[in-house]
Structures are given as structure tokens and as C-alpha cells.
């Protein structure tokens, strides 16, 4: 499954030298927590989130602090955070961004290893769309029928460009998929499974 099939294409954004009490105000009246921060050609400049604004609450961490002697970059980050007014100065830069292509299982990973909540889309510099974990989640919740699809049509058949039902079968009941057939190598299984893992919506893999 790709960001595309699960993205949000109708994106709020803001501009640079937005005023951060705007910012606030418009996650409050929408009901999100995050923005990406758009030039005028919609080239993605950043992100701004309920975080960035709440350094304006609680400020920066103490000059003197052990955290501030070890991490002085980080400290300065905080520190202008703090200071901010405008969206340029609160916002997270550079953002993390995917292009629509881009695999749900690498988004997934994306977001888990920076501790991230969204993805800017762009396709070249523009931002295309959105992906949060909200819609990673969703694309969890799946059939069986789905799935099967998935493995049998991208994985198999497009990706590893083997013939179904004569070289690998695959089944699929609440998630938990099997696999029967025989492949060249065991490196070549070993892929397969890991591939198979990915695929949103498997919580299993079993090889016979």
C-alpha cells in the first residue's frame, strides 16, 4: 500500500510569517495539532505543531543545566522556540517528507523513529498532501480480501515477478497470513516473509 491510497489531499498550511497565536488559533478551530509550513510555490519549509507553540508556555530549559552543557545546539533551538512570534521561528525545520509512492510501512517507520505525528506528501518540492498516524492506523484495519490482494498483486506478481498459483501461495484469515510453495534460496523465503510482514494489516507470517 502506498501514502497515496491513504493520504489527505486537501491541505491546510501556513505561511512563515504567521503569527504563532494564528497558528494556535487554527488548530483550536479545525482540531489538529500540526501544520506544514509552506513558501509561496507550496515548497514545504518546515512543520509547526501544539509543541512548538507550547515552548511559548513553559520556555526553554535553565542556561545551567547538564542537558544544556552537553546538547548546546538543542538548547538554542528550545531557547528560539521560546522567543518566537512568528511561524518561522517556532517552526521544526527541515520537515520530514515522503512522496506520495512511498510504502505505509516506511511512513510507519518514519514516524516511529523520529517521534513524529505527520508527513508532509510532495511530489518534487510541492507539497502534495498529508499523512498522520491517524491514517497509518487506518490502513491497519483491513480485510483479509485486501490483504490477499496486496500479496498476491504487488508483492508477487509486480515485485518479485512470480507466477500465482503455481509458485507461491498465499493465504490469509484475520490477518495472519500463510505461505506455501517453494522459492530458489532461502534468502529468497527469508525476503518474502519480511515483505509479507510489511503489508498493513498482518500481524502474522507462517511459511510451509
Known sequence: MKVEEIMTREVLTIGPEADVRDVARVFVENGISGLP???????????VSEGDILF?????????????????GAADKEAKKARARTVHDAMTAPAITV??????????RLMSEYGINRLPVVRGDELVG????????????????EIHIEIVEDLLRSTLWLEIPGAIGAEVKRGAVRLTGELQTRSDALLLERLVGRVPGVVAVEST
Open 37 to 47: 509550513v509552506c513558501g509561496a510555490q507550496r515548497e514545504v519549509l518546515g512543520v
Open 56 to 72: 511559548k508556555e513553559h520556555g526553554p530549559v535553565a542556561s545551567g543545566s547538564v542537558f544544556v552543557s552537553r546538547l548546546r
Open 99 to 108: 512522496s506520495p509512492q512511498c510504502s505505509v510501512a516506511r511512513a510507519a
Open 130 to 145: 498529508i499523512v498522520t498516524r491517524t491514517d497509518l492506523v487506518r490502513a491497519f484495519v483491513r480485510s483479509d480480501e
